[in-house]
């Protein structure tokens, strides 16, 4: 065995050792699931590609060489593709299945026709550096918003550079045949090189790409943790940093700010007359209510149970008072669709406090409860200003 097909062994091992590591994300951890499975898909293919590759001389060659190399555009198809999903892009599947048809139908004339050896390693030379390429330029500017330029930088590189070395055989190729266009496992300096280079990019390819699955468990489970599951507002914890930002804000510059506490009217009632799935929706639409009602950069939480909290920067008193009546008003005039299409009203009872130098969050949100209370006390489905 020559050096070139120790490391091309290496690498089918790396490719088998993937496909389990993807499948067992996809299956067990369900982390990105549709990606994983198409990655996992992609090192099976590779796989299957460097076993039918080592199996020249005992089986057909048309079945060792010209399938091998016909299947590798599948695998970077796949690849491709499952980074379209993990990025939220578009699928291209037109251009996908061009490229994969084509290329079998080329391999398959050309053995037919009795065309040189270098044919198909050109073909799944070429579709390769295609995807890679591609890839690395879609993928960018996602990557970049997501996950930061940083990030975006390492993957482009790596997929970049794969795509480069592929791009770089196939010209070498098409110029010398006899000397780039030749099996990978053929021993000569240039294909010990190449597949050298292929078993260190695809590596780095595969810890990138598991990186940025990582990179998004985090992300999602930090969100998790200052969010609201149900309505995916943000919680408790977040609404105290935001009453903590806006006081500091307040003490510097003079910014006035206010807090609103809302209470949903006889949630109970909700709950023992519809069930809890319907107290839920109710919950959901008073939360979207909310959220349209007031200003993109006011923050809105759910506090627990049916109470919320809305945070209003630069705000006086006639502006959150103002504020209020709307936010009280839109979910007063927007009954929740019940199954059967009756309409389901809701109201809800808002206390408004207004920040002052001395006060700490955790007394402006007693005061807003305060008012709150006194609102339901007046009658509910109204605005109580609290008293200073």
Known sequence: MNQAQIVLTLILLQQGLAVFAWWGAARLLRVSRVSALHWAAASAVITLTLVLYALIGLVPGVLAHGLS????PLAFVLLRRGVQRFVRLRYTDLEHQALVLV??????????????????????????AWCLLRMAAESHAPLQAEFGTSAARVFGSAIGLLGLLFALRFVAGLAWPELAARPVGVDTPLNTLLVMSFMVIGLMLQMVLGLLVVMRLAQRLSHLSRHDSLTGLPNRRVMQD???????????????????????????RV????????????????????????????????????????????????????????????????????????????????????????????????????ALYAAKDAG?????LHAA
């Open 380 to 384: 509910r489905n109204r605005v109580v």
């Open 271 to 370: 709950n023992d007359e519809h069930g809890h799935a319907v107290g839920d929706e109710a919950l959901v639409h008073v939360a979207r209510a909310l959220r349209e009602s007031l200003r993109s950069d006011d923050c809105v939480a759910r506090m627990g149970g049916e109470e919320f909290c809305a945070l209003l920067g630069d705000c006086d008193r006639d502006e959150a008072l103002a504020h209020a009546e709307r936010l009280r008003g839109a979910v007063a005039a927007t009954p929740l669709r019940l199954a059967d299409g009756r309409p389901l009203r809701l109201t809800v009872s808002v206390g408004v406090a207004l920040a002052a130098d001395a006060v700490e969050p955790r007394a402006l949100l007693e005061q807003a409860d305060g």
């Open 242 to 268: 935001a009453i903590t930002t806006a006081r500091l804000r307040h003490l510097r510059r003079g910014t006035p700010y206010a807090l609103l506490a809302v209470d949903v009217d006889h949630f109970k």
């Open 103 to 128: 290329s079998a139908v080329v391999i398959a004339a050309g053995w037919q026709a009795g065309a040189p050896e270098s044919l198909p390693i050109l073909v799944a030379t070429a579709v390769p």
């Open 69 to 72: 190399n016909a299947v590798v």
